[in-house]
């Protein structure tokens, strides 16, 4: 549930300042440049770091054990940012940036760095984090699940921007809100390209007030979101519509963030995309076909997502007697290859229109053994009535937590409540991770396998699986982890 393409000011080391390159080159101060330093090591964003007359200096495009001449862009009280101006040993696993936007735009961290050393970074800057903040050491790393290092991006939301009479279509720079108009992108799926040079082409053309674009692929065909401010013809709905004939592709329009979606001719938008998932269940291959509203979470890499699934069969080995509860279902992502399996499988889910999404994909795939509720899953007073009142969650022998980035805190509170003999945690952010972890272990659960999934390549974002088992000892941490 990442949004990379979004500027961000967080804190801790991810700290991104919002006066950086571009206003101190404006200014009449000239960039403070500095050689020689030595990159120690990498930042939770990507970033190198070097250590200059005390103070910690997070520096772009640089690796450890490089040594590298900068400029600084950002100077607080006990940090600096810079840019690598020259870099003078280069690091044997340096490798050269596959898209000609990548020095400017915000979308990706790292396509300088191999793919493998990212994945490797990942995972061992995860395990400190659990090891340093959570004091949590897993018995079993997981492989890393991996995806594809380019074009693997199944939704990509561009904005729109006007500059002197040219509509300009694409992501973010770096540390800024001005925009790169993109002729290319090496993360998103090849069917946009064509697509973004023909939505172009039409802004162009036509300058109807729009504010993004969001393209979305599925198995049978794409989709294309056009969020406007203003009213937009019918003419020059038409217009883009002859423009798109060629493409197996859907085109729906959107007043405002939050309002339904229509199409061309104004009908309201059916949920028209899939995507398809296969198992092998007792030496036979199940297909799985999930219907989803252009709207609707899904994940935005579909090779990680059947691996993922996968592996979170193989770590819950659900039986024929066993019982499920999947809490953020979303459309049954979960769900309904537990249900393969398993007894009964139970999925929950804030969103009304994906909870009614998945009952009918469950449906659909003739999934008979599962049931679906809508509830506030960050609301104590849902929770704790949700909990009391259903029969199915009271007896659960597993559970699923696939939350969003706030992660699922009261949940684990909570836990007692429910009682399941393992739970599996699927995160989008490790640091929401280790804190429900930590409630995890206070409530006498082991973090058995724990692994990370490279979703999103070329970018610093980890996401990571964990198995929790029920102990009835309290939970004695391994003294070193073992990789299996």
Not at 7 to 15: A, D, G, L, M, Q
Not at 317 to 342: R, W
Request: net charge positive; charged share 20%; proline share 4%.
């Amino acid at each position: 549930m990442v949004h990379f393409f979004k500027p961000k000011n967080n804190k801790s080391e991810r700290i991104r300042a919002s006066s950086t390159t571009n206003k101190l080159a404006a200014s009449k101060t000239p960039l403070k440049k500095v050689e020689q330093l030595l990159i120690t090591r990498l930042s939770d964003d990507g970033r190198g770091i070097a250590t200059l007359n005390g103070k910690t200096v997070f520096i772009e495009n640089a690796l450890p054990n490089e040594i590298v001449d900068v400029t600084f862009t950002n100077e607080k009280s006990n940090f600096c940012e810079a840019f690598a101006n020259t870099i003078k040993n280069k690091s044997s696993h340096r490798c050269l940036p596959k898209c000609r936007h990548y020095d400017v735009c915000g979308g990706c961290h790292l396509q300088h760095l191999t793919l493998k050393e990212q994945q490797d970074f990942k995972l061992q800057n995860v395990l400190s984090r659990l090891m340093h903040v959570g004091k949590i050491v897993p018995d079993n790393i997981l492989p890393t699940i991996t995806g594809g290092d380019y074009y693997y991006r199944q939704r990509v939301r561009l904005s729109v921007v006007q500059l002197n009479n040219k509509i300009l279509l694409g992501f973010r720079k770096k540390n800024s809100k001005a925009l790169v108009d993109i002729n290319e992108c090496a993360v998103m799926a090849e069917p946009f390209f064509q697509l973004s040079i023909l939505i172009r082409d039409w802004l162009n053309e036509y300058k109807p007030s729009v504010s993004h674009v969001e393209l979305i692929n599925g198995d049978n065909h794409s989709g294309v979101i056009i969020r406007h401010i203003q009213p937009i013809s019918i003419i020059t709905r038409k217009a883009l519509s002859e423009l798109l004939k060629s493409f197996e592709v859907t085109c729906w329009f959107q007043p405002n963030k939050g309002e339904a979606l229509t199409t061309i001719e104004g009908k309201i938008c059916e949920p028209l995309l899939n995507y398809t998932l296969k198992f092998l269940i007792d030496h036979t291959t199940k297909q799985l076909i999930y219907s989803f509203h252009p709207q609707d979470f899904i994940q935005a890499n579909a090779i990680v997502n059947q691996k993922m699934i996968d592996q979170a069969l193989a770590l819950l080995q659900p039986k024929a007697n066993e019982i499920f509860l999947d809490l953020f279902c979303g459309v049954g992502n979960f769900t309904l290859a537990l249900s393969l399996t398993a007894k009964y499988v139970f999925g929950i889910e804030g969103s009304k229109k994906m909870v009614s999404q998945a009952a009918s994909n469950s449906l659909s795939n003739a999934c008979n053994n599962t049931g679906f509720k809508q509830a506030d899953l960050f609301d104590p007073q849902e929770v704790e009535k949700l909990i009391d009142s259903e029969d199915n969650i009271k007896t659960v022998d597993g559970i699923i937590l696939d939350p969003p980035r706030a992660g699922a805190k009261l949940i684990c509170q909570n836990i007692k409540k429910l009682s399941p003999n393992r739970i599996l945690y699927i995160s989008c952010d490790p640091n929401t991770f280790i804190r429900d972890a930590q409630l995890l272990i206070d409530n006498n659960y082991t973090l058995k396998d724990f692994g990370v999934m490279d979703m999103f390549a070329q970018t610093y974002h980890s996401e990571v699986m964990g198995l929790f088992v029920y102990n009835s000892q309290s939970y004695i941490k391994s003294p070193k982890a073992k990789i299996i």
